[in-house]
């Protein structure tokens, strides 16, 4: 393997490493326990059923909007700030290291609420600095290959990612994460002498995705290799005022100012999917969470196949038509999840007995996988048409500015929806306005990038 195939390579294996904290984390696992442990501790308070249920959801999305702003807010400075020091690896170690320490101490959540408060400060901590290395790490994406051919390797490099995803959940579903009996979904009981009573077997998980990270780093941190700086950093001062002149002249860039609003709005619909999709299945459907990771099986694969084929149509066609198809399949599965329960459809009765919910919601999550993997790497891919080559971690700081700027707003609307309605469905119904506002931005994005407008905005004479 040549150095330029083995760097990309390296590249790609953070989305592997990264992927779990996701995938076990956020959605499939830790998310539908702690779901579940949230709404028991405040049932135990003595809160309805529905109550809980809501005051659980409230809380997961209340931290949820506080990470979202943390993240958007220092993004662009750390962003910058490695573009001015050349030295983006140290800083992706750092926050690699932290999300590890913090996932790992989500073991503490014990099943009767034990440390809730404490381990959704880490997990939202990890998640910070997990999200703030990835961002760091995009900004490496085009120093990959050529323009042409950016999309392929964005849409690649998260198709294996979710392969990493998927396999780190068949692991977990098949050695840890016990049911209501106590064993795994093929009825061992977990190793170690993990005390399935204690749900310790779920616990695990958080050690597990810290184990994970630490192991698939090694090859990054061997294979991806930077530049040393050749001048002097500049002072903090310096950065802090470069920064301020690239944020005027996004202004002044229509595409990429209208792109950074359209994917601020559809990009923080795609992450409410993913936040709450395990926990709707748990409040909603009464899913245990054997079903549950088989629910993020199915998504992942379908993730991990259709972003690969959206990566091509990507380098065929251009990102931006992938994108807009990609928020309009988000929008239906949102409008079909907001109307499904275990006996109907939109007051649709479903046969007595029968499973069809299950198998709908299923269905959903292959779509909900394939759209929002494919709509992230189409999303990276168009912002590399809009950034400048000189300064990559800036640009694509301002890309996760996009994205966490209202990364509060779908939480705080979903909290908002939930608690006045006092329905887990109804608060979802604010993901689907999301998503058609970031549709409708998107028409005024252009299709190939602003570079040309980009050098004329920050010439001499502009």
């Known amino acids: 393997m040549n150095v330029t195939r083995r760097r990309i390579w390296g590249w790609m294996l953070y989305d592997w490493a990264q992927q779990p904290y996701a995938t076990l984390g ?56 490695a573009d001015a020091s050349g030295r983006k690896m140290r800083w992706i170690i750092g926050f690699s290291v932290l999300a590890m320490l913090c996932i790992a101490g ?106 994970w990270f630490a192991i698939f780093l090694i090859p990054y941190l061997l294979w991806v290799r930077e530049v040393p700086p050749k001048e002097t950093p500049p002072p903090l001062g310096a950065v802090w005022g470069d920064l301020k002149a690239t ?58 196949i259709l972003t690969w084929v959206g990566g091509r149509f990507d380098e065929r066609i251009g990102p931006k038509p992938v994108i807009a198809l990609c928020c309009v399949v988000l929008a239906v599965v949102s409008t079909i999840i907001i109307g499904i329960s275990p006996a109907d459809l939109y007051g649709l009765p479903f046969p007595e007995g029968s499973a069809m919910a299950d198998y709908i919601f299923y269905f959903c999550g292959v779509l909900i996988g394939g759209a929002g993997g494919t709509l992230y790497s189409a999303s990276r891919s168009l912002m590399v048409r809009h950034a400048d080559p000189e300064r990559p971690a800036e640009a694509f700081g301002l890309f996760a500015l996009s994205g966490r700027a209202t990364a509060f707003l779908a939480p705080l609307l979903i909290a908002l929806a939930t608690v006045i309605t006092g329905d887990n469905q109804l608060g979802f119904f604010p993901v689907i306005l999301l998503l058609l506002l970031g549709l409708l931005l998107l028409v005024f994005v252009n299709k190939d990038g602003d570079r040309a407008e980009w050098s004329a905005s920050s010439s001499p004479s502009a």
């Open 26 to 81: 956020l959605t499939f696992i830790f998310g539908p326990y702690f779901a579940a442990v949230a709404a028991g501790y405040f049932e135990a308070q003595g809160l309805t059923s529905a109550e809980a249920d809501a005051g659980a959801q409230s809380l997961w999305s209340s931290a949820q909007t506080i990470a979202g702003l943390f993240i958007a807010l220092t993004a662009p400075f750390l962003g910058a700030l």
């Open 247 to 304: 944020l005027r002249r996004t202004v002044r860039r229509r595409s990429l100012r209208n792109f950074l609003l359209a994917s601020m709005f559809y990009r923080d619909g795609l992450a409410a999917l993913y936040a709450y999709g395990g926990f709707y299945a748990t409040l909603v459907l009464d899913w245990e969470i054997t079903q549950v990771g088989i629910f993020g099986i199915i998504s992942a694969v379908a993730a991990a």
């Open 106 to 211: 989500t073991w503490m959540l014990e099943p009767d609420g034990t440390s809730l408060y404490l381990v959704t400060f880490l997990f939202w901590i990890g998640f910070v600095a997990s999200e703030s290395a990835f961002n760091l790490n995009n900004a490496i994406l085009p120093s990959l290959g050529p323009a042409g051919r950016v999309g392929r390797i964005s849409g690649g490099a998260a198709a294996f990612g979710y392969w990493g995803g998927v396999l780190a959940l068949v692991i977990t579903l098949l050695f840890f994460a016990e049911n209501a009996s106590g064993t795994t979904l093929i009825g061992l009981a977990p190793p170690f002498g993990l005390d399935p009573a204690a749900r310790e077997g779920t616990r695990f998980t958080g050690p597990f995705i810290a184990i």
